[in-house]
């Protein structure tokens, strides 16, 4: 469910004032646990280490993320393979 227009976005004021205070060019990951932060213009060119409930997936911001929220570059799965006879027979011809 999407957050209401009236309200805005959803932006963690903390993290934009740990954004500004970096200097231009400066190549530090800023640690964040805020997955539902709404990426801002201040934030592009900067390096987020998005908590994904194990470690820190780094994510470099560019122009195009703007508007998205941190979390959708972060996956919290890890996808395996699928199972059964096909892929069995799959995997042994690569092999």
Same mark, same amino acid.
């Given at each position: 469910? !999407?957050? !209401?227009? /009236? %309200?805005? =976005?959803?932006? @963690?004021?903390?993290?934009? /004032?740990? $954004? ?5 060019? +400066?190549?530090?990951?800023? %640690?964040?646990? +805020?997955?539902?932060?709404?990426? $801002? =213009? *201040?934030?592009?060119?900067?390096? #987020?280490?998005?908590? @994904? ?9 560019? *122009? ?7 979390? *959708?570059? !972060?996956?919290?799965? %890890? #996808? ?13 011809? /690569?092999?």
């Amino acid at each position: 469910m !999407s957050r !209401s227009l /009236k %309200k805005g =976005p959803y932006i @963690n004021q903390r993290l934009v /004032k740990r $954004v500004l205070d970096l200097k231009p060019g +400066d190549k530090t990951v800023l %640690k964040v646990w +805020d997955r539902a932060c709404v990426i $801002v =213009p *201040e934030m592009v060119g900067h390096t #987020f280490g998005v908590h @994904n409930g194990r470690v820190h997936t780094p994510v470099y911001v560019v *122009e195009n993320m703007v508007g998205h929220r941190l979390g *959708e570059f !972060s996956p919290t799965r %890890k #996808f395996v393979a699928h199972g059964g006879k096909m892929a069995k027979a799959q995997g042994a011809a /690569k092999k």
